[in-house]
C-alpha cells in the first residue's frame, strides 16, 4: 500500500511539472506578437550562439544547435512564459576546462549529466533555495564571469592562435606577447569595430539587433577585402543526427563535479533569468521547480544533436519581454528560426570571422556588468563590497564553483558575526515592588537579574558564558529567557554550564520566561527537568523574584517570611 501511495505522489509530483491547459491558453492570447518578439530574439542570439559555440571550444555549430534544440524544449517544458535559453557566456567559462582535459565528448557527458541532476532538483523541489544566495556573491560572479569572457576573446580578437593553457589571464597575456612579436591590424579592427558598434548602438537605439549588422558589415568587408582573418567554418546544412560521441561511464566519476557546477550554473542562471523577467512584467510569475525541470530536459535534449549544456539566457531574456512577448511561443519561435537560418544560410555564416564575433563577445562581456549594481553593493557596506569583490577574483583566478563556494562561505561568516553582535546580555532592574525601598536596596545587594536578547547559539554563546561567570558576589541570579530569538545546543550547553558554575559558587539560579519551543534544546542537556524538580523555573519574573526574596529570608540574609511560590514553579 505505501509503495503504492508513493509511486502515486511521485506521479501527481511530475505531473505538476508537465506543460497544461494554462500554458495552451496564454499561447491563443496574442500569438501575433510572440512570432515578431520571437523573430527579433533570433536576430539577436544568431551571433551570440556561434560566438558562445566558438569559445566554448566546439564550434559555432554546436552553439547554433544548443540555441534550437535546447531553446525549444526549454520553451515548451519551462517554468516561464518568457524565458528565452540557449548557449551563454557564464556556461563557456566552464565548459572550456572541460573540453581542454576531455574533448567534445567530455562536454556532451557533462551535459547529460547536469540535465539528469536538474531534473532531480526539480522533483525535489529545490527550485526556492537557489533563491537564497546572497546578491554581493550573484553580482561577483557576474563580473568574474564578464572578465573571463573578455580575456578568453583576446587571442581571436588579435587575430593570433590562442596559446596552450587553463588559466585566462595568462592566455591572454601570452596572445599579446605574440601579437606585439608580428602586429597585424585586419582582426584587431574587427572586433574593436564589431564592439564599438554593439555599445554604441545600444545606447542610441536599444531597439536595433546593432549585433547582428555588425557582423554582417563585418563579413561583408572581409570577403570583399579579401583580408587573410580565421573563419567560423562550414556548418552543417541542417541539425546533425543525434549524436552518440559520449565518453565511456569509467569517466563518468571522474566527470562528476564537473557536472555538478554545470547544473548549478544553469539552476542559479535560469532561475535569476525568471526573476528578472517577472520584474519586467505585470503578473507574470515562474515555477522555479518547473524550470528547473525544462532545464534539465533541455540539457539532455542538447548533447544528442551535438550542442553544449544550456541555460537560460538574461540578455535574450530581456529583449523578448520588451519585444512585446506574452508566452512562451516567442521563444519556441525563436529557436525554429534560428533553425532556419542553419538549413537556408549555412554557407553565408561560415564566412564570418571568428574576429567579429571575438568583438561580439568583448561588448557582451562589457555589456554583463551593472556598474549601477556594483557600485551600490560596494558602498552599502565593507562586507559586501569584500564579498563581491573576492567572489569575482576567484572566478577569474580559479573557477565558478569555488568562487560560489567562498562567496556564500564569507557571506556566511558575515552574517553570523552581524547576528552574533545583535545578542545582547544585560542586567535590568529587579520589577517587583510590594516591599519597602529599604528593602529593596537590600534584595538589590543580593539578587541580580539578567536578560538575554536575541539568539543565544554558537557564534555568540561562549560571550554570554563569561558575562554569567564574572556575576558579582551576590546570592541569586536569575536569568530571563523570554527574549531569547533562536537557541542552539551550543547555548543551551553554554546556559547550563554557566548555571552549574554560579552553583558550585553557591549562587542559587532561577530561570523565568522561557518559551516553549527553547524547552527542547535545554532539556537535551540535562539543564530543564533537574531546575524545574527543584522549583526553579518560572513563568514570569515576579515569580522568580518572589522566591529568590523567599530564599534570601531563608538563609537570613533578610527579613521576611518564606516564599510560598516555590510549589508554583513551572
Not at 34 to 48: H, N
Not at 174 to 183: F, G, K, N, R
Not at 242 to 252: G, H, V
Not at 264 to 289: I, K, Q, Y
Request: glycine share 8%.
Amino acid at each position: 500500500m505505501n509503495s503504492r501511495n508513493a509511486v502515486r505522489a511521485s506521479w501527481r509530483r511530475l505531473r505538476d511539472l508537465l506543460p497544461g491547459r494554462a500554458d495552451l491558453a496564454t499561447v491563443r492570447r496574442s500569438p501575433g506578437r510572440d512570432l515578431l518578439a520571437g523573430l527579433t530574439v533570433a536576430v539577436v542570439a544568431l551571433p551570440l550562439a556561434l560566438g558562445f559555440g566558438v569559445a566554448s571550444g566546439l564550434g559555432a555549430a554546436a552553439g547554433l544547435a544548443t540555441a534550437v534544440v535546447a531553446g525549444a524544449v526549454a520553451a515548451i517544458f519551462g517554468g516561464s512564459n518568457l524565458q528565452v535559453s540557449g548557449p551563454t557566456g557564464a556556461m563557456t567559462v566552464v565548459l572550456v576546462p572541460i573540453v581542454a582535459q576531455y574533448g567534445p565528448g567530455g562536454v556532451l557527458t557533462v551535459g547529460l549529466m547536469a540535465g539528469l541532476l536538474l531534473i532531480a532538483l526539480a522533483l525535489a523541489k529545490a527550485g526556492r533555495y537557489v533563491r537564497l544566495i546572497p546578491a554581493p556573491v550573484v553580482e561577483g560572479f557576474t563580473v568574474g564571469i564578464a572578465a573571463v569572457i573578455f580575456l578568453q576573446q583576446i587571442p581571436a580578437a588579435l587575430g593570433v592562435p590562442a596559446p596552450e593553457g587553463e588559466k585566462v589571464a595568462l592566455i591572454a597575456w601570452s596572445a599579446v606577447l605574440d601579437y606585439a612579436a608580428a602586429p597585424t591590424w585586419p582582426a584587431v579592427a574587427l572586433a574593436v569595430g564589431v564592439a564599438a558598434v554593439m555599445l554604441l548602438g545600444a545606447k542610441w537605439r536599444p531597439q536595433i539587433p546593432f549585433s547582428l549588422l555588425a557582423v554582417v558589415v563585418a563579413t561583408a568587408a572581409t570577403v570583399l577585402a579579401h583580408l587573410e582573418t580565421p573563419r567560423i567554418g562550414a556548418l552543417p546544412a541542417t541539425l546533425p543526427a543525434p549524436s552518440l560521441s559520449f565518453l565511456e561511464p569509467s569517466a563518468i566519476p571522474g566527470l562528476a563535479g564537473a557536472a555538478v557546477a554545470v547544473a548549478a550554473l544553469a539552476a542559479l542562471e535560469s532561475l535569476l533569468s525568471a526573476t528578472v523577467a517577472d520584474g519586467m512584467t505585470v503578473g507574470s510569475r515562474h515555477d522555479p521547480d518547473r524550470e528547473l525541470f525544462g532545464q534539465g530536459l533541455a540539457n539532455i535534449a542538447a548533447p544528442m544533436f551535438g550542442g553544449v549544456p544550456a541555460t537560460a539566457a538574461i540578455a535574450r531574456t530581456a529583449v523578448n519581454v520588451r519585444s512585446g512577448a506574452s508566452s512562451r511561443l516567442a521563444a519556441l519561435t525563436h529557436a525554429i528560426v534560428l533553425a532556419l537560418i542553419m538549413l537556408a544560410a549555412a554557407p553565408l555564416v561560415a564566412h564570418v570571422p571568428l574576429a567579429a564575433l571575438a568583438g561580439v563577445l568583448l561588448a557582451t562581456a562589457v555589456r554583463m556588468i551593472e556598474v549601477g549594481s556594483v557600485r551600490v553593493l560596494a558602498r552599502a557596506s565593507r562586507s559586501d563590497a569584500v564579498i563581491l569583490v573576492l567572489t569575482a577574483a576567484v572566478t577569474i583566478a580559479v573557477d565558478l564553483v569555488w568562487a560560489v563556494i567562498c562567496g556564500l562561505v564569507v557571506a556566511g561568516a558575515f552574517a553570523l558575526r552581524k547576528i552574533a553582535a545583535s545578542a545582547s546580555i544585560e542586567t535590568v532592574p529587579l520589577q517587583e515592588g510590594d516591599h519597602h525601598l529599604a528593602e529593596h536596596e537590600l534584595l538589590a545587594e543580593h539578587i541580580v537579574a539578567y536578560r538575554i536578547d536575541g539568539p543565544l547559539f554558537f557564534a555568540a554563546a561562549h560571550r554570554f558564558l563569561l558575562t554569567l561567570s564574572e556575576t558579582a558576589d551576590v546570592r541569586v541570579v536569575i536569568i530571563r529567557l523570554s527574549r531569547i530569538s533562536a537557541i542552539d545546543a551550543t547555548g543551551a550547553l553554554v546556559l547550563r554550564d554557566a548555571v552549574e558554575r554560579l552553583e558550585h559558587r553557591g549562587i542559587e539560579v532561577y530561570l523565568s520566561g522561557m518559551r516553549p519551543e527553547h524547552g527542547k534544546a535545554l532539556a537535551a542537556v540535562d539543564l530543564l527537568d533537574r531546575l524545574r524538580k527543584e522549583g526553579k523555573v518560572f513563568e514570569a519574573t515576579p515569580g522568580a523574584i518572589a522566591a529568590a526574596r523567599g530564599h534570601l529570608a531563608e538563609i537570613g540574609v533578610v527579613p521576611g517570611q518564606r516564599a510560598e511560590t516555590r510549589g508554583r514553579a513551572a
